[in-house]
C-alpha cells in the first residue's frame, strides 16, 4: 500500500468502526428507526466521518485543518448553484414521476390532503384526527409551496448536520486521494455508498426492501458525488457541499409528499425517480462544464506548447 494511500484506509475504517458500530448497538437494543429515536440515531450516524478526517488530519498527520480540508466561508456563485440545486433535481424527478405510468405526482391542495390522510391511515391512525383537526384550523397553501419551504432549512440546521459528513467527503478525501476529477468522484462516490449500506440495511430508507434499495443507495451516492465534487472545486469550499447535502435532505420529505406511493424506491430523492434526475442533472452540469464554462471543472484544456 502506498504511503498516500494509508492516511485513507485509516480515515476510512474509523469512521465506518463508528457509524456501523452505532447502527449495531442500536439494532441490539432493538431502537426503532422509524420512531424519533430512529431519527437521532441516523443523525448521529453521520459524524463519525468528521471525527475521523479531524483525527487523522489533525493528531495523526499533523496536519492544518481549516484549508486542507476545504472549510472556507468565502462565498461565491458556485454557493448559489449548491442551494438551489436539489430543488431542480426534485422538480425535473416530479417531472419523471407524471410522466412513469402508474405514478401520481401530487399538484393540487386537495390531492396533498387526501394523500396525507391515506398515508395516516395506513401507518399512524391515532393521528389522523389531530391532522384533520389541524387542517381545518390551518388550511394547507399549495402543495408545491413545501420546496420554497425546505429551502431555509437547508442553510440552517441541515447545513450543520450535513457538514458533518462533508468534511470528511469532500474534505479530508477531496485532498487526500490521488487522482483527477473522475477517479475522485467515483472512489468517493463508492466509499460514500458502502458506508450507508448498514442503515439502509435497517429499513430506515427502503423499509424491506434491502438489496434494491442498498443498490438505490450506491448509485445515489456515486452520481451525487460527481456533482458534489464540481460544487467541491468551483466554491472552493466544503460548506458549499454541506449546503447541497442540507438542502436535499429538507426536499427529501417533500418528495415523499409530492410522489405518493407505498413503495419507498420509487419517490425522490432517494428513490429511483430521483436518481434519473440526478443522472440527467449531472449530465446537463457537464454539458456547461464542457461547452460553457469559463474555467471548466471536469474538461480542462492544457495550454499547446509553445
Known amino acids: 500500500m502506498s504511503e498516500r494511500l494509508k492516511p485513507v484506509v485509516l480515515f476510512y475504517v474509523l469512521a465506518v468502526v463508528g457509524a456501523w458500530g452505532l447502527v449495531a448497538a442500536f439494532r441490539a437494543a432493538d431502537g426503532d428507526w422509524v420512531g424519533p429515536s430512529g431519527r437521532a440515531a441516523a443523525i448521529m450516524h453521520m459524524f463519525p466521518v468528521a471525527l475521523a478526517a479531524l483525527v487523522v488530519q489533525g493528531p495523526v498527520l499533523k496536519r492544518a485543518l481549516k484549508e486542507p480540508l476545504g472549510l472556507n466561508l468565502s462565498v461565491n456563485r458556485s454557493w448559489l448553484f449548491a442551494w438551489l440545486a436539489p430543488a431542480l433535481i426534485l422538480i425535473v424527478a416530479l417531472g419523471v414521476a407524471a410522466l412513469w405510468p402508474g405514478l401520481e405526482v401530487v399538484t393540487t391542495t386537495a390531492q396533498y390532503i387526501a394523500s396525507k390522510r391515506a398515508h395516516l391511515m395506513a401507518t399512524e391512525p391515532q393521528n389522523l384526527e389531530a391532522f384533520n383537526t389541524y387542517v381545518h384550523t390551518n388550511p394547507p397553501g399549495h402543495p408545491f409551496s413545501l420546496i420554497l419551504m425546505a429551502l431555509p432549512v437547508g442553510i440552517t440546521f441541515n447545513l450543520l448536520l450535513a457538514l458533518s459528513e462533508e468534511v470528511g467527503w469532500r474534505g479530508f478525501l477531496h485532498a487526500t486521494l490521488p487522482g483527477g476529477f473522475f ?85 425522490p430523492l432517494y428513490g ?16 456547461f462544464d464542457r461547452f460553457f464554462a469559463k474555467q471548466p471543472v471536469v474538461f480542462k484544456t492544457n495550454p499547446s506548447p509553445a
Do not use: K, N, Q
Not at 252 to 259: A, C, F, K, S
Not at 272 to 287: D, E, H, N, Q
Open 183 to 267: 477517479r475522485r468522484s467515483l472512489v468517493t462516490g463508492l466509499l460514500w455508498g458502502v458506508y450507508t449500506l448498514p442503515a439502509v440495511g435497517t429499513g430506515f430508507i427502503f423499509g424491506d426492501h434491502v438489496v434494491t434499495g442498498a443498490l438505490l443507495m450506491l448509485g445515489h451516492c456515486v452520481a451525487l458525488s460527481f456533482i458534489l465534487e464540481w460544487i467541491r472545486v468551483r466554491s472552493g469550499s466544503v460548506v458549499a457541499c454541506a449546503l447541497f447535502r442540507g438542502t436535499a435532505m429538507a426536499l427529501t420529505r417533500v418528495g415523499i409528499d409530492l410522489v405518493p406511493t407505498t413503495d419507498p424506491r420509487v419517490p
Open 272 to 287: 429511483w425517480t430521483g436518481l434519473i434526475a440526478i443522472l440527467l442533472t449531472l449530465a446537463g452540469l457537464l454539458v
